[in-house]
C-alpha cells in the first residue's frame, strides 16, 4: 500500500491546484506510466541537447556564451512538462484505477535517475571555473552528491517508515530549475557571471542554499520522522542493524567515488567532469532503486551492492598508476557497462512485474492469461 505525505506550502497551496486542472485533459486511455516514461525522455532528450554544445561545461563561461538562446528556453519548457508528467501520473493511476507497485516502482526508479541528469543539465547554466566566475568541477561532484544523498534519505525513511515525506527540496528546485533556464534564455549568460549580493554569484548562493537546506532542514526532518515512528513503535525494522543496512552500499559508493576524484594520477574529474558525473548519477540510481524495490517488498537490501567490487578493482588501478594514460579510456568503458546495466536492471525488473501482476507497463488493457 503506497503511503505518501506533502506537506510543502509551495506544492499544496500552488502547484497541486494547478496540477488538478492539468491532469482533467488528459485522455483517460493512456496509462500512467506513459506518461512517467514520456517526462523522463523529455529530461534525457534535454540533457544530451545541452551536452551538444557542452560537453566539457565551458560554454556558459563565455560572453555571449555558445549555446543558442533556444535551448535554453526550450530547456525550461522540457523541465516544466517532465515536472508536470510526473505530478500528474500518480493523479492519473487514481483517477484510471490503475495504481499498481510496478507504477510506483517506475516512477520512483525513473525519478532516481532524474535527479542526477537535472543536476548535470543544471551545471552548464552556471559553466565551469574559469578562474573568475563559474563552479568548480568539485564543488559540481560535492553539489551532485548532496542532491543524491538527500533523495536516498527521503526512500531510506520509507524503507523504515513505511511512509515516503516527499522532500521540500523536489518541488523548490524545480522552480529554481525552470527560472534559471529562463533567466538565461531571455538575460544571457552573463547574468550568472556578475555578483549579486555582496560580492556573491547566483551560483555561490544557490551552493549555500542547497548544503544549508540539506544539512539544516531536510536530513534532520528525516531523522525527526524515523525517531518519531520509533516513538509511536511504527518502524518496520527493529533492530538499527536492519535499519541502517540500506545506507552501507550508498556510503560506500560515496567512498569509492571520492577516493578516485582526489586520488586521480590524471585529474579525471577534471579532464572528464560530464562523463564521471554521469556514471555517479547512474551508479546511485541503481543503488536507490535497489533500496526502492526492498521497501516495497519488505525484504533485506544486500549489503553490499555487486557493482561495488568492479568499482574497487578500477579505482584501485586508477589511483595506483595502473592504468597510466588509459585511466579516460576505462572511465569511458565502465560508464558505458555502468549504464547498460542498469538500463538491462530496470527493463528486467518491470517486465517481470508486467507478467506478475497480469499488465501491460504502457498500456491500461489487461493481459491475456495463458
Known sequence: ???????????VYIMQPIWNKIIKIVPLWIAPNLLTFSGFLMILFNYFLISFYDWDYTASGTS???????????????TFCAYALDSIDGKHARRTQSSTPLGELFDHGLDSWATSIFVLSFFSVCSRDNGKTGVSVYTMYIYLSIVLFNFMCSHWEKYNTGVLFLPW?????QVVLIAAYLLTGTVGVEVWQKPLLFGYYITDILVILLIGFSLFLSFPQT???????????????DSLYEGLLPLVSPLLLFVLLTV????????????????????VGVAFSNVICKVIICQMSSTRPELFHWFLFPLA?????????LLGCMEEAVLGA?????????????VCVGRQLSEHLNIYIFSLKKRVQE
Open 64 to 78: 555571449p556564451g555558445l549555446v543558442p538562446t533556444w535551448v535554453w528556453l526550450f530547456s525550461a519548457f522540457t
Open 260 to 279: 578516485w576524484v582526489v586520488l586521480s594520477p590524471s585529474n579525471i574529474l577534471a579532464k572528464q567532469p560530464r562523463l564521471f558525473l554521469w556514471m
Open 169 to 173: 527540496g523536489y518541488d523548490i528546485s
Open 334 to 346: 565502465f560508464t558505458a557497462l555502468l549504464t547498460a546495466a542498469h538500463v538491462h536492471y530496470g
Open 223 to 237: 531523522l525527526y520522522n524515523i525517531h518519531r515512528a520509533h516513538l509511536k513503535k511504527t518502524l518496520k525494522n
Open 1 to 11: 500500500q503506497y503511503s505518501a505525505v506533502d506537506t510543502n506550502p509551495l506544492s
Open 313 to 321: 578493482l578500477v579505482v584501485y588501478a586508477a589511483v595506483s598508476g
